[in-house]
């Protein structure tokens, strides 16, 4: 049988830099804690470690104001847990000292970098315009991957989430892949917002299968069900 490539997104965290310089985390640690505890559970199994990711909301620039001093190009590119910003990094040390798992096998997916990745994608012209109403918020120009900035619709919800989504399964050349979503719903990252950002993911071509996992207050998860790619014709 082929081998399950599995993937967790382990919440999606918000990071400001506040007045007086200090920065302000509002992490989503009970889907930090349930994904980290599924990644312990199978590695107890003798299962290969999950790739994990967390994504983080910001304002602000995040390789300048939100990663730890002294890195390396391909550091600051693709950041771990573990290049974070000493403040950020306290947040998160706990529960992954809980769990045995290193912040360094833990990949930081940021907004910055999927707005860009969005604006080419779009600037390519070749989403057609029935999926391009999704990803913008306000009718779309000519052009929208360059779009006069009196009138530049903004990104949604939805096409953020898909490209978290997207970055958090990775390439995965396995015949089989799954991402395993665990989220939080707040003002940021809202369920329904989430569902339409899994949709979005396999019409923009995502192969892996994704499942949504909210998880409340008290940590208890509510697993949602395995949503597969569409099949290609």
């Given at each position: ?77 693709r950041p ?62 000519a052009n ?90």
């Amino acid at each position: 049988m082929p081998t399950t490539a599995i993937s967790l997104l382990a919440g999606n965290s918000r990071v400001a830099l506040s007045p007086d310089g200090s920065i302000s985390v509002q992490a989503q640690l009970h889907a930090f804690d349930a994904a980290l505890r599924f990644a312990r559970h199978r590695l107890d199994q003798q299962k290969p470690l999950p790739r994990l990711s967390v994504a983080f909301d910001h304002c602000g620039i995040f390789r300048l104001q939100f990663l730890d001093q002294h890195l390396s190009n391909a550091q600051k590119r693709r950041p771990r847990l573990s290049h974070l910003h000493p403040s950020v990094r306290s947040v998160f040390q706990p529960i992954a000292d809980k769990h045995a798992i290193a912040l360094s096998d833990i990949r930081a997916i940021h907004e910055d970098s999927a707005r860009q990745h969005l604006a080419h994608t779009l600037a390519t012209g070749d989403i057609p315009e029935r999926l391009t109403r999704r990803m913008l918020s306000g009718a779309p120009s000519a052009n929208p991957g360059a779009p006069d900035r009196a009138s530049a619709p903004k990104l949604t919800c939805a096409a953020i989430t898909k490209e978290y989504f997207e970055r958090a399964a990775g390439c995965a050349e396995q015949s089989e892949a799954l991402l395993e979503v665990f989220f939080e719903d707040s003002t940021w990252s809202q369920s329904l917002a989430y569902v339409r950002g899994l949709q979005l993911s396999h019409l923009l071509g995502v192969s892996a299968a994704i499942r949504l996992n909210l998880v409340d207050a008290s940590g208890e998860v509510s697993q949602g069900e395995i949503m597969q790619p569409p099949t290609p014709c």
